[in-house]
T-cell receptor, first 114, second 113 residues
Framework: DSGVTQTPKHLITATGQRVTLRCSPRSGDLSVYWYQQSLDQGLQFLIQYYNGEERAKGNILERFSAQQFPDLHSELNLSSLELGDSALYFC?????????????FGPGTRLTVT | GDSVTQMEGPVTLSEEAFLTINCTYTATGYPSLFWYVQYPGEGLQLLLKATKADDKGSNKGFEATYRKETTSFHLEKGSVQVSDSAVYFCALRRSGGSYIPTFGRGTSLIVHP
């Protein structure tokens, strides 16, 4: 058990809809990272938050957004969903904003867009 | 930019065989290197790491040595088990600039009894 929790575990929704994925980092970790994993694209970094502030952006679509709350949990919002958004979404946390520590990954949310 | 190249899988072995999964990297400076493992239906877990040249990371019978001269961090295990079947990811994090790790595409390992 990594100590990182993600909900829900599975999500099935229709094209055009909006969903919210939730992540709680390990106790004490200030950094949260979001990744998308698909068969054809591998593991893609989306965005990082550190102590409530956006720290780095990767290949995140404009239809996607994220935030980190004062209690350090984070949410990833995906809107105007397309079939191609079907993937595993992982959250990871680490101990410092510099990423000086290894990452601890949650179990993921499997999103299926129909 | 930074990049990590892993051998393509799947790698299929019989139980007790020797395992090598190749990983080479491109990065400026002196990155830290990691191997993560993803078991079916789970998230990635850190398997081992090395933070400077010639360091050897080891865990659960797996080893990898940070070779700066060949920019490599190959994963090895002397005798694999069926329970080692998983996807293995090589990753790096540079010591300066971006602190976002760069991951390889992953190598699937299948071990048959």
């Amino acid at each position: 058990d990594s100590g990182v929790t993600q909900t829900p575990k599975h999500l099935i929704t229709a094209t055009g809809q909006r969903v919210t994925l939730r992540c709680s980092p390990r106790s004490g970790d200030l950094s949260v990272y979001w990744y998308q994993q698909s068969l054809d694209q591998g593991l893609q970094f989306l965005i990082q938050y550190y102590n409530g502030e956006e720290r780095a952006k990767g290949n995140i679509l404009e239809r996607f957004s994220a935030q980190q709350f004062p209690d350090l949990h984070s949410e990833l919002n995906l809107s105007s969903l397309e079939l191609g958004d079907s993937a595993l979404y992982f959250c990871a946390s680490s101990g410092s904003g510099t990423g000086g520590y290894e990452q601890y990954f949650g179990p993921g949310t499997r999103l299926t867009v129909t | 930019g930074d990049s990590v190249t892993q051998m393509e899988g799947p790698v299929t072995l019989s139980e007790e065989a020797f395992l090598t999964i190749n990983c080479t990297y491109t990065a400026t400076g002196y990155p830290s290197l990691f191997w993560y493992v993803q078991y079916p239906g789970e998230g990635l877990q850190l398997l081992l790491k090395a933070t400077k040249a010639d360091d050897k990371g080891s865990n659960k019978g797996f080893e990898a040595t940070y070779r700066k001269e060949t920019t490599s961090f190959h994963l090895e295990k002397g005798s694999v088990q069926v329970s080692d079947s998983a996807v293995y990811f090589c990753a790096l994090r540079r010591s300066g600039g971006s602190y976002i790790p760069t991951f390889g595409r992953g190598t699937s390992l299948i071990v048959h009894p």
